[in-house]
């Protein structure tokens, strides 16, 4: 298996732009996701094979990918939008890993 | 809409084998192209995958957590179980239950991701 290594923390005010990253080696030939959670809350699938939305998450959610990082891109934060955000993937040996988490404070 | 719920003791002694099992309604475990999983979470920090079980009984498991991981399904009963042996205070843990979608799509590429999930049960190992 492979480590996904996400920052720890990401602070944005309110109708800005967050940026969330996930590096791992095995990224440019496996598929990443992404998960919120809110406290109390299990995880939610909010991004699917790096940059498709899966029905009922806002547009201002968006993934993309570049080598050996995904990023998750949320446009207009929301204050709703405070929780922790987890990537996630697999490698060829179907062993499935998470990234360590990034939690996202709206100012 | 297809819904999971954990159920199991919330206290285990250390040493001592933690067993889980996940309901599953709203939809069928022998569904073609879906494997069940489990996810867990120590309290304060991320997520951790077990391992999952096809409704034929094939497994996939974490390697860091295989020697003490027993997973096994009741297609009849539509739910999936969890034994995992030896029991330390490091198994504490919010568990979940999860739908593991796995197949290799077009372009040859395995899509592997949980998109339904358990409320998740809290299990503390402790005497």
């Known amino acids: 298996s492979y480590d996904l290594t996400q920052p720890p923390s990401v602070s944005v005010s309110p109708g800005q732009t967050a940026r969330i990253t996930c590096s791992g080696a095995a990224l440019p030939k496996q598929y990443a996701y992404w998960f919120q959670q809110k406290p109390g809350q299990a995880p939610i699938l909010i991004m699917y094979k790096d940059s498709e939305r899966p029905s009922g998450i806002p547009e201002r959610f968006s993934g993309s990918s570049s080598g050996t990082t995904v990023t998750l891109t949320i446009s207009g934060v929301q204050a709703e939008d405070e929780a922790d955000y987890y990537c996630?993937?697999?490698?060829?040996?179907?062993?499935?890993?998470f990234g360590g988490g990034t939690k996202l404070t709206v100012l | 809409q297809l819904q999971l719920q954990e159920s199991g003791p919330g206290l285990v002694k250390p040493s001592e084998t933690l067993s889980l099992t996940c309901f599953v309604s709203?939809?069928?475990?022998?569904?073609?192209?879906?494997?069940w999983g489990w996810i867990r979470q120590p309290p304060g920090k991320g997520l951790e995958w077990i391992g999952s079980i096809y409704y034929s009984g094939s497994t996939y498991y974490n390697p860091s957590l295989k020697s003490r991981v027993s997973l096994s399904v009741d297609t009849p009963k539509n739910k999936f179980s969890l034994k995992l042996t030896s029991a330390t205070a490091a198994d504490t843990a919010v568990y979940y239950c999860a739908r593991h979608q796995h197949y290799y799509d077009s372009s040859g590429l395995l899509t592997a991701t949980f998109d339904y999930w358990g409320q998740g049960t809290l299990v503390t190992v402790s005497s």
């Open positions: 709203g939809g069928s475990i022998s569904s073609s192209g879906y494997y």
């Open positions: 996630q993937s697999a490698d060829s040996s179907d062993t499935s890993m």
